[in-house]
């Protein structure tokens, strides 16, 4: 505990170039009916304290030097995370308009020539099993054209 002890003028010698000095003051030892720590003196609530306010109060624990160095790196990482951030849209972007300018036409190819030939093989079957159902039909029955 802190105890402050107010100084007067008459404990005070100013000398002519402006020198001050200070005459020896007594301090009274500690009592404890004067402790800030007593229950009877005690009237801040700690139930309405936040942690806001709990937080605010940590402002003090940190020097100020201390403080702008936090400022400039935490300022630092948001412009750099930002702007990554930035690029990243942006490639994201370029990559999926290419993909949808290259990649759906050849997807459309791609399908139509699978369904071409499924169709050819669908009509070879067709043939050979009209061969195989009724081969040589016209020599068979004897009737030439």
Known sequence: MVKLTQID???????????????????NEFDESDSEFSDDEDDFDYSNETIYDRIIALKDIISPQQRDNISKFTS?????????AN??????????SSS????????????SET????????????????????PGSEDAFGEKK
Do not use: C, F, H, R
């Not at 630092?76 to 990554?84: A, T």
């Not at 690029?87 to 999926?96: D, I, P, Y």
């Not at 949808?100 to 399908?111: K, N, Y």
């Open 9 to 27: 003028d008459a404990t005070q010698t100013t000398y002519p170039d402006g020198t001050t000095t200070i005459n020896k003051v007594e301090i």
């Open 76 to 84: 630092l990482i948001s412009n750099y995370s930002s702007i990554i």
């Open 87 to 96: 690029k990243s849209g942006t490639l994201l972007w370029g990559l999926t």
């Open 100 to 111: 949808l300018l290259l990649g759906v036409p050849l997807a459309l190819a791609i399908l």
């Open 115 to 134: 369904q071409l030939q499924e169709m050819e093989k669908d009509m070879s079957l067709q043939k050979s099993a009209q061969d195989v159902l009724a």
